[in-house]
């Protein structure tokens, strides 16, 4: 069955940084796109970034723009997000998504915590 289990949040102080990682497994990765979201308390969820099957296109966030770089290794079925220069109000529960023909899936999330 489909699985994608993020990992790499945590607390961390503003300005610093932070990466996820995503770990898919069950379906073929290297065909499907994958994105980041996350959810702060109170609010809805926001797509963060997205990239292509072959990592050959990214779109981001304005909120995160030039600060957050999404990448994927399609050899280790891992997609990822390097986010640096963080700012308290990225404070969320962070989620990867896989775009499948069949429905998209989520994993269970990675709480970020950004605090000083």
């Known amino acids: 069955q489909v699985q994608l289990v993020e990992s790499g949040g945590g607390l961390v102080q503003p300005g610093g940084s932070l990466r996820l990682s995503c770990a898919a497994s069950g379906f073929t990765f290297s065909r499907y796109a994958m994105s980041w979201y996350r959810q702060a308390p109170g609010k809805k969820r926001e797509l963060v970034a997205h990239?292509?099957?072959?990592?050959?296109?990214?779109n981001y966030a304005d909120s995160v723009k030039g600060r957050f770089t999404i990448s994927r290794d399609n050899a280790k079925n891992t997609v990822y997000l390097q986010m640096n220069s963080l700012k308290p109000e990225d404070t969320a529960v962070y989620y990867c998504k896989a775009w499948l023909v069949a429905g998209d899936y989520w994993g269970q999330g990675t709480q970020v915590t950004v605090s000083s």
């Open positions: 990239i292509t099957t072959t990592g050959g296109s990214t």
